[in-house]
């Protein structure tokens, strides 16, 4: 059974909720008792811009691993690293 989590605006406490919620149903916080409507949560954007450390060899790679990779492969690696860090940051 999945579960969703949902977090109250007033005492920011995230909670459970073991069905899906619809948006716009009432939702009782379990640590302050606030009522609320509940709404999907929203993507904020940094206050400051993330900044890339380095994007020419992979994490985990040597210099020697890197340069040996073809140019594709490269490529490859570098959009999935960009990929996953923005699929972490949309959650």
Known sequence: MATMKITCPQCDNVGKAKAKVEVGAKVKCS???????????????????IELVSAATPVGMSDAQAKSLDKSSRLFLV?????????MSIR
């Open 31 to 49: 640590h302050c008792g606030a009522v609320f409507a509940y709404a999907p949560p929203t993507f904020v954007p940094a206050e400051q811009p």
């Open 79 to 87: 959009m999935l690293v960009i990929a996953i860090l923005i699929a």
